[in-house]
């Protein structure tokens, strides 16, 4: 039987690493009593500034509407995790801070990622975690938008 092609996949098995990661890290914010967070919340924790970003930056950044950023930022803003302040620069614009329980679960969150690192490294061993790290901080160039062959016959 032929391997499935989200196996082979690099692309997939980042997606598989990236989601172990926020799951994990969801799951013990949970345990922690931080019902709130959520994949989407995550997300914007994870490209939100330290001095604030525009809703429209992070929707950008993250690669989602302007519309799902303010859904997950509406619900953030519920919850107390941020608020919508002015623009320094452009009074007529909002920037997403953090409040105090934002900055709080953000603390949290840091120190679950360490645990969670400690226990990748005594899955996968010393020396991958370090090659991991490794190809990660590599500067990977812009994103390739021309199409490559790859070998795929058509018509």
Known sequence: ???PVRERSLGTKLIRAYEWFDDALIQRMHAE???EMTRSSSMIFSYLDS???RPAELARRI???RQAVHKTLNDMVAAGLVELAPDPTDQRAKVVVLTEIGQERVSLARRILIELEHELESRIGRERL???REALAVDWGCVPVKSMDVGVRRG
Do not use: E, F, P
Request: net charge neutral.
């Open 130 to 132: 370090k090659g991991l």
């Open 1 to 3: 039987m032929a391997t």
């Open 51 to 53: 001095d604030g970003s």
């Open 33 to 35: 009593g931080c019902t």
């Open 63 to 65: 690669g989602i509407s």
